[in-house]
Structure formats: structure tokens, C-alpha cells
């Protein structure tokens, strides 16, 4: 049986944030989702939040050429050697600084320590609820549609 999960996360990949703020951001949420479907985590370091068979591609943030797999895995590979602390690589394509973060994930992916996973989303949050959520937590935020 497929799952459906929408992941929301910070552009940052060390943010976190205390359990009153997630009961607040839950509080928007709920407005919106049943409650019994938002769930928060926070992990003692930053892990890669794909987005499961929605998988396509990666691109190059500067200059938009796709990473070939191999690539792309073996910087995954080599920043998961220090735990995620350092995204940064010189992509092989146009020799600009970057991140593993800022790729051009198709579909959008990303590096967190803190999740909001919302189960079965019928659709992503509305402009003012995501306007409010960064708000509150005080980080821009990213959508990923993981399908499992």
C-alpha cells in the first residue's frame, strides 16, 4: 500500500525549534490538516528528507545542468561521512561553490533536523498559512511530496 507524506522543513538544514513553538505551528496547521496527521521531529543531526518514488532528478543550482547519479551519490556519500555538518561541494560542471541543499531537486528535497510530516495532505498549505508558519518559526520553509 502507497503512503503519501507532504514534509515541510527549513532552507536550513541545522534549524530546530522547542515543543511550544512546534504547539503553535501545530495550531496553524490544524486549521487546515486533522491534527492526528501532523507529526514533528527533531533528530540529533541533519539528514537527507527525500521525497521516496517522487525521485526524479538533480540539476546544478548555477548553472542547471542534471548531476549524473553516480555524481550526485558519492557527494551524498562523502557529506554523510561528516553527518551532514557540510553540505558544501564545487559542483563538476560549472566550478561554483554550492550545496547539496541548495541543488535543484526535481522533485524538491532538502537537509533537516526538523520535519513536519503531514500524512495523506490533499494539498500543500495556503499562502497565509505558510506565511504564518515562517512567521513563527522564523525560517523560510520547503515543501516535499514524498510518495512511499
Not at 525549534?17 to 496547521?29: D, G, R, V
Not at 548531476?67 to 558519492?74: N, Y
Amino acid at each position: 500500500m502507497s503512503h503519501t507524506l507532504l514534509k515541510i522543513i527549513s532552507i536550513d538544514p541545522g534549524f530546530v525549534t522547542n515543543m511550544e513553538t512546534q504547539e503553535k505551528a501545530k495550531a496553524i496547521l490544524a486549521k487546515h490538516y486533522r491534527p492526528s496527521t501532523i507529526e514533528f521531529q527533531t533528530t540529533d543531526s541533519i539528514e537527507f528528507i527525500d521525497q521516496g518514488a517522487n525521485f526524479e532528478s538533480v540539476a546544478c543550482n548555477s548553472c542547471g545542468r542534471d548531476l549524473e547519479m553516480d555524481e550526485w551519490q558519492a557527494l551524498v556519500d562523502n557529506a554523510f561521512e561528516k553527518q551532514f555538518e557540510d553540505l558544501t561541494f564545487i559542483t563538476s560542471c560549472c566550478h561554483s561553490k554550492s550545496s547539496l541543499n541548495d541543488l535543484k531537486y526535481n522533485m524538491p528535497a532538502g537537509f533537516a533536523k526538523f520535519t513536519v510530516s503531514i500524512s495523506e495532505a490533499p494539498e500543500e498549505p495556503t499562502e497565509n498559512e505558510l506565511s504564518q508558519l515562517e512567521g513563527l518559526l522564523g525560517t523560510k520553509l520547503r515543501m516535499i511530496w514524498c510518495h512511499y
